[in-house]
Structure formats: C-alpha cells, structure tokens
C-alpha cells in the first residue's frame, strides 16, 4: 500500500525538525480532538504548531485555523506546512535553533530595596491547625 503524501511531509519535517540543535518535535495523532495541529515542537524556546497539507490545493479547515490562531494568540508560532513551502518555513526555523534568535534576552531584574528584602524574610506565623 503506498503512503499518503501528508504521511510522506510529516516524515519529512519531523526528520528536518528533530537534527535541529535546541529543539523538540513530536507528531500528534488527536483523532478525538478535532483541530489539533499536526506536529508540535519547541525551538529555542519558542512552541511551534505545525498543520501539515499535502499540496497548495488543499486547505487547513476553520477549525484547524481557530487553533493556530490560539497559537499564535499565545505567542506561539502557527504555520500550515505543504511540500512545497516547507524549504522556506525550515530554513526560517533552522535560523531560530542555530542562532537563538527566538528568545529575547531577559532583562535584569532589578534589586529590591532593603525594606521590601527585610519584609521578605520575616516570618509569618501560620494561622490556625493544618
């Protein structure tokens, strides 16, 4: 029996995905769960949801959109994936794991003042039986 063109790219980009330094990918196989994205990965940090199409043709459902765009709402990145844009989408990817681009710096926190540190460190008696 030969395999589905979808079953061929999700093969491929989680082969791509999973050579990348910084980086976790698994395929997800929600039947029950309509909408879930196809592969998740987290790259340097930064959750990645991939839905995978078989060609330009085809289209992610509303539903599909509905939780990229969650995704995305939650600061994740969301891309819908076909055989002939997933050079470009890895290429974009493999810049975020190489370079560790996709987290900023944290900022220094800054020093609390000696009242605020005196009052962390008092101790508050606990209050009734546990």
Known sequence: ??????????????????????????????????????????????????ELKRDDKQKAEPLQLHELNKVEGAGGIALVVTPLN???????????????????KRKKRKKKSPQLAKKAQKKVPPKGDF
Do not use: H
């Open 86 to 104: 997933w050079q470009s989408i890895y290429d974009t990817l493999a810049k975020m794991a190489y370079l560790a681009i996709a987290v900023p």
């Open 1 to 50: 029996m030969a395999r589905q063109p979808e079953s061929i790219l999700k093969e491929k980009v989680l082969a791509d995905l999973r050579q990348l330094p910084n980086s976790y990918a698994t395929k997800i196989q929600q039947v029950a769960i309509r909408g879930t994205p196809d592969i998740l990965a987290c790259i340097v940090g930064r959750f990645i949801a991939l």
